[in-house]
């Protein structure tokens, strides 16, 4: 069974606007974590922005912020003032309580456009 | 360098050929991801190190895989008789530990099989 679900194959964004990237995710243990990657064309991966279950406050990372909805296992990441270098493939993923892996969604390819 | 790194960054093979991918991982890194994304596709797990030794293998698509970690550092993806399915890109990622924290990722090999 898939555990992460992006359903936004592609979005586009006017430059400087908000961008919300959907995430819903599959577990039944009540300890887990959640992150989100950007994948440049230059195919690296950077890691964005972690959430763990048990945190109250919604994770935080510059222009990045993660809204956790628990009882909907969403986890969307929302990117504001978004930026031409914005533009990329985002992949949501998580890591279940003593897992060691991460397991990816089908990612989500972001374009910004001027 | 202070990153992950992988070799080659590009390999053209034949099929039927063998084919190895190095993997340097962050220093101090315990753990050790080997990752196949094909084409605009999500990623997918394929083995994890911790030391030298790989708990689960359950995720390498054939026999035809295999993978070895020495002195808790370097990795090598071995492919035997490659298959055009088999093209790819191969990310390595490392983290400081297992089931703790992000995992920070090389730059991929890209492998095509002709």
């Known amino acids: 069974a898939q555990k992460i679900t992006q359903t936004q194959p592609g979005m586009f964004v006017q430059e400087k606007e908000a961008v919300t990237l959907d995430c819903t995710y599959d577990?039944?243990?009540?300890?887990?974590?959640l992150f989100w990657y950007k994948q440049p064309s230059s195919g690296e991966m950077i890691f964005l922005i972690y959430?763990?279950?048990?945190?109250?406050q919604n994770a935080t990372e510059g222009r990045y912020s993660l809204n956790f909805q628990k009882a909907r296992k969403s986890a969307n990441l929302v990117i504001s003032a978004s930026q031409l270098g914005d533009s990329a493939m985002y992949f949501c993923?998580?890591?279940?309580?003593?897992?060691?892996?991460?397991?990816f969604g089908a990612g989500t390819t972001v374009t910004v456009r001027a | 360098g202070a990153g992950v790194s992988q070799s080659p960054s590009n390999k053209v093979t034949e099929k039927g050929k063998d084919v190895e991918l190095r993997c340097d991982p962050i220093?101090?890194?315990?753990?050790l991801y080997w990752y196949r994304q094909s084409l605009g596709q999500g990623l997918e797990f394929l083995i994890y190190?911790?030391?030298?030794?790989?708990?689960?293998k359950s995720g390498l698509p054939s026999d035809r895989f295999s993978a070895e970690r020495t002195g808790g550092s370097v990795s090598t993806l071995t492919i035997q008789r490659t298959q055009q399915e088999d093209s790819a890109v191969y990310l390595c990622?490392?983290?400081?530990?297992?089931?703790?924290?992000?995992?920070?990722f090389g730059e991929g090999s890209r492998l095509t099989v002709l």
């Open positions: 990622a490392s983290s400081l530990m297992a089931n703790t924290g992000e995992l920070f």
């Open positions: 577990t039944s243990d009540q300890s887990y974590g």
């Open positions: 959430q763990g279950s048990y945190d109250e």
């Open positions: 993923a998580m890591r279940e309580m003593n897992d060691y892996k991460l397991s």
């Open positions: 220093s101090g890194h315990t753990a």
């Open positions: 190190f911790q030391g030298n030794s790989a708990p689960d």
